[in-house]
Nanobody, 121 residues
């Protein structure tokens, strides 16, 4: 299974970015997917997740109302639209795939390589 995250970059505070996560080598449509991030000197944290159909999403409180996760199962790709970015959103963002289709607590089984998001204030 390969997960390829892309779309990171440098953006000013208040700006927007859209991250993508392309999956290959596995039945993408059957599994929930998630986004995580790790800021310098901090532990990796959960950002949000989407169920296998795309009908349900969940977000950590700090990004609710600003980030939106979606998926296109025909393209084996998950997205995360990030709006109203803040300096505290600066981190390496990772996409991940779970072993189940619904959103529930647990550690993803597969991880992408990460994409850097830097928000300048």
């Amino acid at each position: 299974v390969q997960l390829q995250a892309s779309g990171g970059g440098l953006v000013q505070a208040g700006g927007s970015l859209r991250l993508s996560c392309a999956a290959s080598g596995r039945t993408f449509t059957a599994y929930a997917m998630g986004w995580f991030r790790q800021a310098p000197g901090k532990e990796r944290e959960f950002v949000g997740a989407i169920n296998w159909t795309g009908s349900t999403t969940s977000y950590t409180d700090s990004v609710k109302g600003r980030f939106t996760i979606s998926r296109d199962n025909a393209k084996n790709t998950m997205y995360m639209q990030m709006n109203s970015l803040k300096s505290e959103d600066t981190a390496v963002y990772y996409c991940a795939s779970y072993r189940w289709g619904t959103i529930r607590p647990g550690t993803p089984h597969y991880w992408g390589q990460g994409t850097q998001v830097t928000v300048s204030s």
